[in-house]
């Protein structure tokens, strides 16, 4: 079979399309034996028939019998009728009449499609294979991904982005006390990682983009000069995208890496995308980054949980990677979920780029709407020095603040080259709601979006979207400005002035950076809990130079300042009094006032 003619097919899927149409009789698990557990069920609510309860035989199997009639078929002397009759069931609604005739819900019946589904819920038999040991449609589905993608190797992930963070960071921690360098913004799964591994964190500070407030990811300066410091470090991580769809170019910090010897290991949990279409960024894998994962149901097609791990290059000790993503990942792996993993592939190399053409006319038309609305702003890179600014784009009041940024968050202008078109990220330029307050709204109009913060609200696109979501998005945003319009009568210098007081308590939640040094000193983590009696209180000014025995996190966004063991140093401490005093919210803090933080005694 050609290339073109193998890419069109998606082996795992097929494999359980005809598990389910051979009608096998199952005597393996899953216990529903391909939805007959719920079958007749379903067949008699679609007939408006009640459901039966078996109430005598019930009885007797709770003695220990079994009744049969004459014939000695089993409970056929049941009188159905008066089982119905007495327990008042109503399969159509749910519900029955208790004895003491109160409704209580039953809930038996499934929806069809669910019950279709379970058809294909298999497990590992012959002619499904085994997510552990591929040797056959698994197989053949995660090479003809690694096609797909640009990778050597792909896995198939059942627990999403995060069984591959784990799998990654516990294969190049080989012994303990391995040092990794890690970017400090990162997913909780990769903190889970380093204490699973025992490992130590030298934490990199991530570049922040002066013109939004928020965090990118390391620059290649503060990259290199982390090697330089930590040459036997184990490896590099980083997060690209942001969840705000921000980026920059990989390879200069994949040639820092490679360079040392590391590899250079990438959360694309948001963008499986990238790279498919000539609009979106390229993809961390082109960019020679050497294990990336991504997040298949978030940005395409795959059921939720459905991810891939991708590898390329010598770096990576695919043995050890194997044996760790059999520890991670259940040895009993969805097998619906793998299946919309091959799908979401096959959509792909079948159509190309063309599967993003909907999608794309569908946020473009919102973008373009969004530019008749004033009152509402579309975040967007910052044009180079001596570009104009595209037609009904106006510079953020957030921009107009960069002159109170420290020199240690705009150490390139390459921190954030890249921006996911998909993702949408709005704020009221009237400064009258905060993102919440804006997402309670949307959402009171029907749409849902992604996330938001204090100022922002992430609306995400994708492959799915319509312009039919677009237009209802955007008059959903003209009621808003609507409503409260009365609110937000105010000159743009008013607005502007409104923003800027606000945007240095705003952009400093992101802006947990230490002056003068672009990294942290090794960070141990390990699953052993922190004991009360290792620790004391201290008021925060006579914190400095103690370890820490808590995380700080100021939220949003949920930027770790301080981690657990890590040494706190004068800008540290400046600055957590500095958010207490501006009121940001805390967590991982057990004085949520933050008046006195817990330290290690020693």
Known sequence: MDHKNKSTRAPLYEALLAYRDSKQRSFHVPGHKNGQAYRHLVEQAEAGQPPVKDIVNEEHQHNGEIQTDAGGNVNGGIERSSSVEKHGADMRSGERLSAEGTRSEIGLVPDRSFLEMMEMDVTEITGTDDLHHPEGVIQEAQELAADCFGAEESFFLVGGSTAGNLSLLLTVCDEPNSIVLVQRNVHKSVIHGLMLAGARAVFLEPWVDHASGLAVMPSVE???????????????????????????????????????????????????????????????????????????????????????????????????????????????????????????????????????????????????????????????????AGTAMPAGMSVSAAQQTREGLTAAAKPSAAGYTAQDPFKAVIYDGAGVLSGYGLQQQLEACGCVPEMSDERYVVLLFSLGSTVQDAQHLLQALHHISSANGHEQVQSNTESSHQLAKGSAHYISTWNNLQENTRYSEPISFTLQPIVDTDTVNVPIEESVGCRSAEMVVPYPPGIPLVYPGERLSPSMVTRIQLLRDEGAKFHGVSDASLQVLKVMKN
């Open 222 to 384: 503060t990259v290199q000069a982390a090697v330089q410091s930590y040459p036997e470090a184990k490896g590099v991580l980083v997060t690209l995208p942001n969840y705000y769809g921000m980026g920059a170019d990989l390879t200069p910090i994949a040639e820092v890496c490679h360079a040392a010897g590391m590899p250079l290991l990438v959360d694309e949990a948001h963008g499986a995308h990238y790279g498919q279409h000539p609009e979106l960024p390229v993809s961390a894998l082109s960019c020679g980054a050497d294990g990336v994962v991504q997040s298949t149901h978030k940005m395409l097609t795959a059921f939720t949980m459905g991810a891939m791990l991708h590898i390329q290059g010598p770096r990576l000790n695919r043995s050890l990677l194997r044996q760790r993503l059999a520890m991670v990942q259940s040895s009993s792996p969805s097998y619906p979920v793998m299946a919309s993993l091959d799908l979401a592939r096959r959509l792909l190399h079948v159509q190309g780029a063309n599967t993003f053409t909907a999608g794309l006319a569908a946020v473009n038309a919102f973008k373009r709407g969004l530019a008749e609305l004033p009152r509402f702003q579309l975040l967007q890179q910052e044009p180079p």
